[in-house]
């Protein structure tokens, strides 16, 4: 065993970029060791630290070093890591009891939780809930209760998507290396169609979406159709934001159809976007929305909210898992939730997008093809100044250098070709501002 150095996380850390030795230091790389001769082969890791501690805009490892988070840990810690007000609900819960399984002793901490989610969510409709333990489980229920309430089986899918790791939730996702390659069979009945992607397809949104729903009633047909699912802005797939009207367009031709438009949220969701959620920019109202990722400060929950006759067409006993909506999770998303609204993080994430795109703005490089995306939910993405095409090499170094200067930033892409900036909603101007300036110089480096 390492000796970690005893830290206190939260708000009250140090909010600075500290190097106390290389990245990784001598307790990292005892740990990256520790890892490749216990831990499976298959699960990865971007950076190559040994995490101790983390709070604010920073994340303190083994070492001593402090790194600006730029990640939030995939859009999970939005009101920063050890939110006091987290901190607290978790211990008295946990002090209070830890699990009776929702479908055997209900408790209120679920039911508060559903109701947050049927007040937050877009839309003053009827509402119903449902708990699950990860953002793959919440989407293979929103499936399930539209298969159930429509009697249909088809689900259509985008390019570029990205809804989860599970077998439903793999054929649903487009990307094959590193999700889905090797994994198959994947389950049946899901097709996939063209989304709005404006840098590539140059299509307006009516466009794009009039080219999508052709393809869908050709090839898959509205009457075999349960439902649509889809990211309001993709993450994994690169943040790509539809060009304006095409998820109205959708979701109108679902509406008009009997098909259960499906929002994930899980990663656009709880302010992340500058909005509570995602959908509200382009005015669109889901029948059901899923969501996980920001919404309990770090501690596993997900969850399925829409249209109360959607929801409560499944049979009793038909939906549940025996620790969904945990109620040490439930009090974590309670005080998470309360944060989003009482420290204004939605206008918060606002900010933070014009601070991302103002220092982008001032950069002239020909690699970058186009920066992109809504709120504290950025991305930049890299393609060959001569053709156009995508240049994964320059962001993975990007992202690298970045690391080993402290800096902990994520790639995506179904091209590998973009960096994704998604700080935690309580990261300070002056340190978003030097987190996006050593992105900038590794840029400059990677020539
Ligand atoms: C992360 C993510 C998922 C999967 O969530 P897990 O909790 O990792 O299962 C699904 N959809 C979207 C949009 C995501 O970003």
């Known amino acids: 065993m390492t000796a970690a150095p005893l830290v206190a996380g939260g708000p009250g850390l140090a909010q600075r970029r500290h190097l106390a030795t290389a990245i990784p230091g001598p307790a990292s790389q005892d740990l990256i060791a520790r890892k490749g001769a216990a831990v499976a082969a298959g699960v990865g890791h971007t950076a190559p630290v040994s995490a101790v501690a983390a709070g ?23 009101v920063g890591n050890s939110h006091p007000a987290v901190v607290e609900a978790v211990a008295a819960q946990a002090a209070q009891f830890t699990h009776t399984c929702f479908m055997v002793s209900p408790y209120e901490g679920y039911v508060a939780v559903c109701e947050e989610l049927n007040r937050l969510t877009p839309g003053d409709h009827e509402k119903r809930s449902a708990l699950f333990n990860s953002g793959a489980e919440a989407v293979e229920n929103a499936i399930k209760i539209a298969r159930h309430a429509t009697g249909r089986q088809a689900v259509v899918a985008f390019d570029h998507a990205y809804h989860g790791r599970t077998n439903l939730t793999m054929a649903l996702t ?3 290396m590193p999700y889905k390659s090797g994994f198959g069979p994947f389950a049946p009945e899901v097709y996939r169609a063209p989304v709005s992607y404006p840098l590539h397809d140059g299509l307006s949104g009516p466009d794009a979406a009039a080219r999508a729903i052709s393809m869908i009633e050709k090839q898959v047909g509205a009457s075999q159709l349960a439902a649509v699912i889809i990211e309001p802005v993709l993450g994994e797939g690169g943040f790509i934001v539809p060009a304006p009207g095409f ?7 679902c509406r008009a159809n009997g098909v259960v438009f499906i929002a994930d949220e899980i990663q656009t969701g709880f302010a992340r976007t500058g909005a509570m959620f995602a959908c509200e920019h382009d005015g669109v109202v889901p029948d059901l929305i899923t969501t996980a990722k920001g919404i309990a400060g770090g501690l596993p929950l997900a969850a399925v909210t829409g249209r ?13 898992g025996t620790y969904g909506g945990n109620p040490i999770a439930c009090a974590a998303a309670l005080a998470a939730m309360r944060v989003y609204e009482e420290e204004g993080l939605v206008e918060r994430a606002s900010a933070i997008g014009r601070l991302i795109a103002e220092r982008f703005a001032s950069v002239d490089d020909p690699r970058i093809g186009e920066v992109r995306g809504r709120g504290a939910m950025m991305a930049v993405e890299f393609v060959d100044p001569a053709t156009g095409a995508p240049d994964p090499a320059t962001a993975s170094a990007v992202a690298k250098a970045s690391i080993a200067q402290g800096v902990i930033v994520l790639t995506c892409g179904t091209y590998g070709n973009v960096i994704r900036f998604l700080p935690p909603l309580t990261i300070g101007d002056e340190l978003l501002a030097e987190g996006l300036d050593v992105v900038v110089a590794a840029l400059e480096d990677a020539r």
Not at 247 to 253: N, S
Not at 308 to 320: K, P, Q, R, S, Y
Request: without cysteine; hydrophobic residues 50%; negative net charge.
């Open 174 to 176: 487009a990307k094959a």
């Open 247 to 253: 998820l109205p367009a959708i979701a109108d031709w």
């Open 308 to 320: 109360a006759e959607i929801m409560d067409a499944v049979h009793t006993g038909g939906l549940g």
């Open 56 to 78: 604010g805009g920073v994340v303190i490892d083994a070492d001593g070093n402090s790194l600006i988070d730029l990640g939030s840990g995939i859009a999970v810690t939005g």
